[in-house]
Nanobody, 115 residues
Framework: QVQLVESGGGLVQSGGSLTLICSVS????????MGWYRQRPGEQYESVAV?????STVESLKGRFNFFFDNVKNTVTLQMNNLKPDASATYLC???????????WGKGTLVTVRS
């Protein structure tokens, strides 16, 4: 069974920084895609950044956040600088498995940015 654990969330003042990290344990698994989504209260999930096994990435907030995928350690990192209150959300890490066709999710890490 695949388990994803997100870390690095917290409470920061506007203009502050946070670095989120998602790591994987268990398995077996073969990564097809892995990345970050976020969910604000009462809203749907929003894609933040996703990396694919072919090396491509889709980054919805490129320029605001820096996204890194380590395909050896199977970790994804989201470096968030100059945070604004609209970044407040629960950030979740999904992993799409290439062979099983399943998607596993972590429980998320909460980011709160105060103005």
């Amino acid at each position: 069974q695949v388990q994803l654990v997100e870390s690095g969330g917290g409470l920061v003042q506007s203009g502050g920084s946070l670095t989120l990290i998602c790591s994987v344990s268990g398995g077996p698994f073969t990564v097809y895609a892995m990345g970050w989504y976020r969910q604000r209260p009462g809203e749907q999930y929003e894609s933040v950044a996703v990396a694919f096994s072919d090396g491509s990435t889709v980054e919805s907030l490129k320029g605001r956040f820096n996204f890194f995928f380590d395909n050896v350690k199977n970790t994804v990192t989201l470096q968030m600088n100059n945070l604004k209150p609209d970044a407040s959300a629960t950030y979740l890490c999904p992993l799409a498995d290439r062979d099983y066709g399943s998607v596993s999710w972590g429980k998320g890490t909460l980011v709160t940015v105060r103005s």
